[in-house]
């Protein structure tokens, strides 16, 4: 309901004001354009779905591959840790064109984008869950004759769940902005080059409709995220799992 009244207010303003279509088009305005460039626009969001799972599953890989081995080791820690803060610092947008220049135009610099400005989290987020271990659970096992590699099997890595699908949903966006953000500098499919060329000819409805499309994309995969949550880590939560 929020988001229709959102719409409706939009569309209002647009029209009492006398808005221009190539400043702010009205809702209606953009879903026409929908409809018009339907066929444009699913081909390059298929597009964009691709290369933003590509390289979201690799952040995950090696999220949670870098997130175990920091929060298992105190030396990986101490010597791993302040080169991602250092590495995640850095702005995107000024690694794209490196990776054009390396890879060239096409699917390997949106993939490898949407894997570096989505895997940081995940790291940070399954290193906290198992750095932050009961002591007590801990003592527990080894007094059973327990080694640190069972304490990380049995608690570790359970208690890490709920953190690592937090850091999931925040991650799929993420890929998509890094996606999006490869395309409009360097690529030659997918939403973000839709957005520009449509961009170039002052086609405001159909740079809106594009962001319409990776919003509905990203919601999409959020929803299933929060699916998938809820049937694996339901008993981390007392209650209904809040989004």
């Known amino acids: 309901m929020v988001a ?9 303003v647009c029209r009492l004001f006398h808005i221009r279509e190539f400043i702010l088009p009205a809702p209606s305005i953009i879903a026409k354009a929908l409809a018009e460039y339907r066929i444009p626009i699913l081909e390059h969001s298929w597009w964009t779905l691709i290369t933003t799972l590509l390289g979201f599953g690799f952040a995950i890989i090696v999220g949670v591959l870098l997130g175990v081995a920091i929060g298992f080791s105190t030396l990986v820690y101490t010597g791993l ?16 064109p490196i990776l054009v220049l390396w890879f060239g135009i096409g699917a ?9 400005i989505s895997f940081f ?12 271990t009961e002591p007590e659970l801990a003592d527990v ?8 590699l069972d304490v990380l099997r049995k608690v570790g890595l359970p208690r890490s769940m709920p953190y690592l699908f937090a850091s999931l949903k925040i ?23 839709l957005m520009v060329t449509a961009a170039a ?3 405001m409805a159909l740079v809106f409709g594009g962001l319409a499309a990776i919003a509905v994309m990203a919601v999409g995969l959020f929803v299933i ?7 694996m880590v339901r008993w981390a939560f007392r209650g209904e799992l809040v989004m």
């Open 108 to 116: 390997v610099p949106v993939v490898v984008t949407s894997f570096i």
């Open 81 to 96: 840790y302040p080169l991602l803060i250092g590495f995640n610092a850095i702005p995107k947008v000024a690694l794209v």
């Open 201 to 203: 000819r002052f086609d």
């Open 121 to 132: 989290p995940i790291v940070v987020n399954v290193s906290t869950g198992i750095a932050t």
């Open 171 to 193: 991650a799929i966006t993420l890929a998509f902005v890094g996606s999006v953000l490869a395309e409009t500098m360097g690529g030659n499919s997918g939403l973000g080059f």
């Open 141 to 148: 096992l080894r007094s059973l004759g327990a080694s640190r």
């Open 225 to 231: 995220c929060v699916a998938i949550e809820r049937r």
């Open 4 to 12: 229709i009244g959102m719409l409706i207010l939009w569309e209002l």
